[in-house]
């Protein structure tokens, strides 16, 4: 197996790794969600058929509980394709290099953490010590449109 090839299958496994965590939080989460809204229910005296009825609504309309709940994992799933794109991009660039990249901000309303570090030059390797775009680091976490571009110049030896 090549470098890339070998670089590409770890940061798969953890992409994978990162979203079973963003779905079991949302899974956790969205089961409080529903152990306080079944119990506010039963207390106001609905009975278990009408509570039954009510979810299953909300999960046809995706309504304020069920809604929130797949809005999420979408967005989680989003994110872990855009961390697919930047690993591709990062693999091709590999650790390691002297070659200095810059941080272009590529969307029309960037999150404040990325717009500070517009035209900033680093390696690959320090980029990946501060925060690559999409890695998590930012306001925007994986929703992340940024990109590290190289340059002409080399790191200072």
Known sequence: MD???????????????????????????????????????????????????????DIADQGRIFGEFFNNLNADVRGAMNNVTHSAKWGRMMPGSEEMLIWEVDSEDPCPDCLKRDGETDTFQNWQIRGLPGSGWSVCRENCLCNLVKTKKMAAV
């Open 3 to 57: 470098n890339f090839s070998e670089y590409m299958k770890n940061q798969m496994n953890g992409i994978f790794s990162i979203l079973s965590i963003h779905i079991q939080a949302k899974a956790s989460k969205t089961a409080i969600t529903l152990q306080e809204y079944i119990s506010v229910l039963r207390q106001n005296g609905l009975k278990d058929q009408e509570i039954k009825n009510l979810l299953f609504q």
